[in-house]
């Protein structure tokens, strides 16, 4: 079965502090990884999106690692702001699907503390 | 800023009500979808379509129908409203091709059936 786990749950740092949300799926065969951004009663917004050849990459403040031997990928979020309190979502694509069918995880809940 | 807008952004309606969500976008896309999500859930697809005259149930069974007329339109509707429907709904709209092109998400509609 299809899956995509994400942790922890939830996260609280303080503001200017780092930290490293993960993911873990067995979706198969794999097209790619993104991680989304979801603000509070607002739809997903794409951070970064990652095939299987890629092993890291960067947004800004945002770093995605994906080691699709392993089948996990983490969200490093550097010197975090107010603005990053938001849910992150770890979202995988099958390749074999033409309507191109997501995988979605639960979602990490980030607050970030002033 | 993706170019897909939902109406009405919150709804709160009576049992036994009609209602329509309406989801439009401006960029050319042909594969459009309508998720559901729960609070602290992940997404879960609900109905998709290819193109025009094209629709299909997702993975998720709901009472809710859809239609595609236009390219750039997919309205979502419900017959008659429960308390059970009451959840956030999200539409989406991708690229065609395979292997999971990106999906733009609109504002997402929170409904509350009382």
């Known amino acids: 079965k299809n899956q995509v786990e994400q942790s922890p749950q939830s996260l609280i740092i303080l503001e200017g502090k780092n930290c490293t949300l993960q993911?873990?799926?067995?979706?198969?065969?794999?097209?790619?990884l993104r991680w989304y951004k979801q603000d509070t009663g607002r739809g997903p917004v794409s951070l970064t999106i990652?095939?299987?050849?890629?092993n890291t990459k960067s947004n800004g403040r945002y770093t995605a690692t994906l080691d699709a031997d392993t089948k996990q990928s983490s969200l490093h979020i550097t010197a975090s702001q107010l603005s990053d309190s938001a849910s992150y979502i770890c979202?995988?694509?099958?390749?074999?699907?033409?309507?191109?069918?997501?995988?979605f995880g639960r979602g990490t809940q980030l607050t970030v503390w002033p | 800023e993706a170019d897909i807008y939902q109406t009405p952004r919150y709804l709160v309606i009576g049992t036994g009500k009609k209602i329509t969500l309406e989801c439009s976008q401006t960029?050319?896309?042909?594969?459009m979808y309508w998720y559901q999500q729960d609070p602290g859930m992940e997404l879960h697809l609900i109905h998709y379509?290819?193109?025009?005259?094209?629709?299909e149930k997702g993975d998720l069974s709901s009472e809710s129908t859809v239609s595609r007329i236009r390219t750039e339109h997919f309205p979502l509707t419900l017959e008659s409203a429960r308390p059970s429907h009451t959840s956030q709904y999200l539409c989406?709209?991708?690229?065609?091709?395979?292997?999971?092109?990106?999906?733009?998400f609109g504002p997402g509609t929170r409904l509350t059936v009382t």
């Open positions: 979202v995988v694509s099958d390749r074999g699907s033409t309507l191109g069918r997501l995988y």
């Open positions: 989406a709209s991708s690229e065609t091709g395979t292997g999971g092109y990106e999906q733009y």
């Open positions: 379509s290819y193109g025009v005259n094209s629709t």
């Open positions: 993911c873990n799926y067995t979706v198969s065969p794999f097209s790619n």
């Open positions: 990652m095939t299987f050849s890629e």
């Open positions: 960029m050319g896309h042909d594969k």
